[in-house]
């Protein structure tokens, strides 16, 4: 079974493998949602698969407050995820 949403904890040593190798590596089995989250830059990156690729969605701070798919029902506090 292929999840829905995938997010990744990225680090400055495993930014290439998570941006490029695993956004690939989950697009074709059919991951329909990945988010990118990278705690030193303090930034939350959503994605939606689209005709054969990512499309992002945005690009959150720990400032902001969100209703980011596929979790649209609920406005996140992103502040939490950088706590």
């Known amino acids: 079974m292929v999840p829905d949403w995938i997010c990744e904890v990225i680090s400055p040593s495993s ?13 074709h089995p059919g991951v329909r ?5 990278d705690l030193p830059a303090r930034l939350l990156e959503a994605f939606e698969a689209r ?3 990512w ?10 407050r ?3 798919p ?14």
């Open 55 to 64: 499309f992002r969605l945005g690009a959150w701070t720990p400032d902001d």
């Open 51 to 53: 005709q054969g690729g």
């Open 15 to 27: 930014i290439q493998r998570d941006r490029v190798l695993k956004a690939d590596l989950y697009l």
């Open 33 to 37: 949602h990945y988010w990118l989250l």
């Open 70 to 83: 596929p979790f649209e029902a609920v406005e996140i506090d992103l502040g939490r995820f950088f706590a």
């Open 66 to 68: 969100a209703a980011i």
